[in-house]
């Protein structure tokens, strides 16, 4: 793992932006941000004491830029994925090339978006009578008992709370507090210290209350 690991993936986010095309990318990309993010976190609590060390508070700067730059890295892969998607099922010129930079889980991925896709147009434009199948059929399945569950009244009148789903964002934990559980209905216990993906709901409330730190890359 090499130290300067962050200013690759810079400079691979911006060539993505500059090209506005799918490029190649390393098979063991996102495995070794995720192993290098962890070797940080290892040297954060390795310190004496890292929250008052100008060494700790540049682990926490670093480890929020390799975070943040993964994830916009994976969010504009997967627009460019989905514009591919899009391409092919338009009868528009595909370039395969294309298609070959994809790895295996964003290749996965592509074919599940184009599968759908068709499987929508066969129901709404030509009538094929609900053509999904497996994960798609089951995807239906859960929205229907969401509609059900919620009923003619909505919200109100759920049987039960379901968790909602929201953004996350990467907090250091400032203070002791109590355990306590997130909008994504996973109970988190944290202490001084810590370094931890929350809701970002949650993660907002803590900052607002001085017991987190949100961590955000410097550009």
């Not at 391409?87 to 010129?93: I, N, R, T, V």
């Amino acid at each position: 793992m090499t130290t300067d690991l962050l200013e690759k993936l810079r400079q691979m986010l911006l060539d993505m932006q500059h090209t506005g095309r799918l490029s190649h990318i390393e098979p063991g990309l996102y495995e070794d941000a995720r192993a290098y993010i962890e070797k940080l976190k290892a040297d954060y609590y390795g310190l004496k004491n890292p929250l008052e060390s100008r060494a700790g508070s540049l682990l926490i700067e670093e480890i929020g830029s390799v975070t943040e730059t993964v994830q916009e890295i994976f969010s504009v892969r997967t627009r460019q994925i989905l514009d591919l998607a899009f391409q092919q099922m338009e009868g528009q010129y595909f370039d395969k090339e294309e298609a070959r930079k994809m790895l295996p889980a964003e290749r996965a991925m592509y074919e599940q978006i184009v599968d759908a896709i068709e499987g929508c147009r066969e129901t709404l434009v030509h009538g094929v009578e609900c053509p999904f199948g497996g994960e798609g059929a089951a995807a239906i399945d859960r929205i229907d008992q969401a509609d059900e569950a919620l009923g003619p009244e909505g919200p109100a009148a759920a049987a039960a709370p379901q968790p909602v789903q929201s953004p996350y964002a990467l907090v250091h934990i400032l203070s002791e507090m109590e355990s306590f559980m997130g909008v994504d209905g996973r109970t988190y216990a944290l202490g001084r210290g810590d370094i931890v993906t929350l809701p970002e709901n949650n993660a907002d409330v803590l900052c607002e209350r001085d017991i987190a730190l949100n961590i955000r890359l410097n550009k």
